[in-house]
């Protein structure tokens, strides 16, 4: 069952060096077999509630693939610089 690692931006950009660190750092650790980039940063329209400064969506084979992205130690060096730049949730969902 496909799962799916969404990434909301509940503010915008507070500090750009962080954003470019984070996206130097996460460059480093390569394509990911698998995964698909669903959304990236697109025009957003909120129809519910307050809705979020921008989006990611990023579609993997199954849960376990999804997490094993995630927990990578690129990944999470690069976590950090993220943290910093604004302020993010951060989900994992399961496909139909």
Excluded: C, S
């Amino acid at each position: 069952m496909a799962a799916y690692i969404i990434f909301t931006r509940e503010e915008p950009i507070k500090d750009a060096d962080a954003m470019k660190a984070y996206q130097e750092t996460n460059a480093k650790g390569g394509r990911t077999e698998g995964m698909e980039a669903l959304v990236v940063y697109g025009d957003l329209q909120g129809l519910e509630g307050e809705a979020p400064d921008g989006a990611v969506v990023l579609k993997f084979e199954n849960r376990e693939k999804a997490l094993e992205w995630y927990n990578r130690p690129i990944y999470q060096e690069a976590v950090k610089h993220r943290m910093k730049a604004a302020h993010y949730r951060v989900f994992l969902v399961d496909g139909l």
